[in-house]
């Protein structure tokens, strides 16, 4: 999902210049006290943000013992009405694990209660918490929560919803194809990792759609903000399955222009567990919040919650001009101690409802590695929680962070069950991506609970397979159904879906029916279409939903895919990469990466951003790690 770049203040690089300038600890939360210090912009340092209140900026927080002796008497960090919160103090270092694995835990107090830091040591020779997990991982127990990354040899506990590919449907038995959007791009920056990495991604960890809807295919604009989608279609043969054609379906987003976007009533929500201090993930995600800032104003809010054992807030709701408050907010972030994701996600819609307006966009914006291991920690739980949440108004973003123990399902379950999005962070560049040109996309709504359905011609098409999309199908009755939820759209966002059909009189997948009568014509005349498409959306936060529909016709079809549109080559480029990249069997086999590669050099274009070279790029080390992978035994060959 691509939008249109435009900054959002005219301060902007130097707002995002100031909150980088100054290097950003290695992950614990911080209490940060209320000051009347109005301090708007200007370069955040130890000095100035003590004035702020935030009195950690920029500190190294070593075993996090340090920190937790800052926040004053009894170490405990206090809600807005008062109530401590009693996050615990993370383990000091830990001495080499003895031999023997079944030693019992000893429980030790926390920094505070009248101790110092360096009284609550532990006992020699007890088995600390570190400790422990190294032994955990020797056992085979999911390796969670250490403050410098698992140890050598820890297991690699990455998540991955599975989901089979989507089968090819009979037309004459099943007509009509229903499936939720999606804007998400989670996948397509995970894989990029792994290959990035050296590595072939596992297969679950590929979402056709989400490679797709990465890019940007300049589709034509809506005209009015009243009818908010404009459709596009083109009909092309498919190059990965002689005699089937490609249906190339693009829905692009009215790019609502600056003056008529609303504020922003922000929550940052953030990961500080123990499990969050490598590079890769609390500090890349601090750096990538402080991009989000320099495109705020003063008529947009922020809140920042952060969670670690248990969830505090961080930054009472400020005006998005307060730039340097809210950098020195981050700026004092540190991690340590376990995952209390459940807390957090109910502080932070707490404080979103609190700020609440209805003319803002609300969203709680997560930013974690999904690794909830403290109170509500179970996905189907965690669904839950966040859909009762779903008609507040408040949506929800999830950007992932990291690796070994990344846990997509998590990150998945929210995203779609919150009104939301998910994105995965791997670099710097990503982050500006995300918060620079795709700002308007990710934070400011265009519509709700976004639907669509084909319907096929039975005179014209015997099979079709929509390509991706697996974890968003729906009931044919959902489409009609506004209980039913769907993906939402922000300003400029497009959304792309793939069918690949087997025209009437074409090589089947399956044989024709012994009993059974072929579909016969269809009464009327249908003026030579293939299908008839539906869009189906709500405007944000409204109840009823409104439809936009077109046939899908001869004047869609192109007869030569070198003749196609560039945004239709581009898609289908990007498809065949990821139906190769999971293993799917309906990739002809004479259709490799050296083909995928020529196509989508073919539909480079004008590539400003250099997006689409590093796909190409992409797609060499996807096939060398496939071809290493099948020389090892370890993966088929690609």
């Known amino acids: 999902m691509r939008t ?34 109005a301090i ?26 340090a920190f937790y002796a800052r926040r004053g008497a009894g170490g405990a960090l206090h809600s807005r009405g008062g109530a401590p919160l009693n996050m615990p103090a993370p383990p000091p270092p830990a001495p080499p694990p003895p031999p023997a694995l079944n030693i019992a835990p000893v429980e030790h107090p926390a920094p505070g209660q009248g101790q110092t830091a360096a009284a609550a040591q532990p006992p020699v020779g007890s088995l600390t918490v570190t400790a422990r997990r190294r032994t955990e991982a020797i056992q085979g127990v999911p390796v969670t929560g250490y403050p410098n990354g698992p140890p050598a040899g820890a297991m690699d506990t990455e998540r991955y919803p599975h989901a089979a590919s989507n089968p090819i449907h009979r037309v004459a038995d099943d007509p009509v194809s229903t499936f939720s959007i999606d804007v998400d791009t989670a996948s397509y920056s995970n894989v990029r990792r792994f290959l990035n990495d050296g590595q072939a991604p596992p ?54 222009p600056r003056a008529q976007q609303p504020p922003l009533n922000l929550v940052f929500l953030i990961d500080t567990s123990g499990s969050m201090s490598p590079e890769d993930r609390l500090p890349l995600a601090i750096k990538s919040l402080n991009m989000l800032v320099g495109q705020l104003g003063p008529r947009d809010r922020v ?100 690796r070994n123990n990344y846990n997509d399902v998590m990150m998945q379950n929210l995203a779609q069950n919150g009104n939301g999005t998910a994105a995965y962070v791997d670099t710097l560049q990503e982050a500006a991506k995300l918060f620079r040109h795709d700002f308007d996309g990710a934070m400011v709504p265009i519509a709700d609970d976004v639907k669509i359905q084909v319907e096929f011609n039975p005179a014209r098409v015997s099979e079709y397979r929509l390509v991706g999309y697996e974890t968003r199908m729906l009931n044919r009755e959902d489409f009609n159904n506004d209980r039913v939820d769907a993906g939402e759209v922000g300003a400029g966002a497009s959304v792309t879906a793939l069918y690949e059909i087997t025209p009437v009189g074409g090589a089947r997948a399956s044989d024709p029916l012994r009993y059974q009568p072929e579909a016969a014509a269809p009464q009327g005349d249908t003026g030579g279409e293939l299908a008839f498409l539906k869009l189906r959306y709500k405007p944000p936060r409204g109840h009823d939903s409104r439809l936009i529909q077109r046939p899908i016709g001869a004047g869609d079809v192109y007869r030569s895919l070198e003749a196609a549109p560039e945004a239709t080559r581009w898609a289908i480029a990007v498809a065949s990469y990821g139906q190769r990249l999971r293993g799917d069997p309906w990739i002809d086999e004479h259709f490799g990466w ?9 539909a480079r274009g004008a590539d400003t951003e250099g997006l689409r070279a590093e796909f190409i790029q992409l797609t060499h080390k996807a096939s060398e790690e496939q071809d290493r992978a099948a020389s090892d035994g370890t993966r088929p060959a690609g």
């Open 4 to 37: 249109n770049s435009r900054p959002r203040s005219l301060t902007l690089a130097v707002a995002v210049l100031a909150c980088l300038s100054t290097s950003v600890s290695l992950p614990t939360v911080a209490a940060a006290p209320r000051s009347d210090v």
């Open 203 to 256: 297969h679950d960890a590929v979402r056709v759609e989400e490679m797709v809807n990465y890019f940007d295919y300049h589709y034509p604009q809506p005209a009015a903000r009243e009818t908010p989608f404009r459709l596009f279609t083109a009909v092309t043969p498919s190059p990965w399955s002689p005699g089937k054609q490609i249906i190339h379906v693009g829905v692009q987003g009215y790019d609502l």
């Open 303 to 402: 809140a920042i919650v952060a969670y670690a054992g248990s969830a505090g807030e961080v930054l009472a709701p400020t005006s998005g001009g307060q730039r340097l408050r809210i950098c020195c907010a981050l700026g004092s972030l540190h991690s340590g101690g376990s995952t209390a994701g459940g807390a957090g996600l109910e502080l932070a819609y707490k404080l979103a409802q609190q700020s609440f307006r209805q003319d803002a966009a609300n969203r709680v914006i997560l930013m974690t590695d999904g690794d909830f291991n403290v109170g509500i920690a179970d996905p189907e739980r965690l669904k839950d929680f966040v859909a009762a949440r779903r008609g507040s108004g408040v949506y929800l973003s999830v950007y992932g962070f990291g």
């Open 40 to 65: 708007r912009d200007g370069t955040p340092d130890a000095a100035t943000c003590a004035r702020l209140g935030f009195v950690n900026y920029g500190q190294d927080a070593d075993d996090g013992r």
């Open 594 to 602: 050296p083909q995928i590669g020529a196509l989508a050099q073919s």
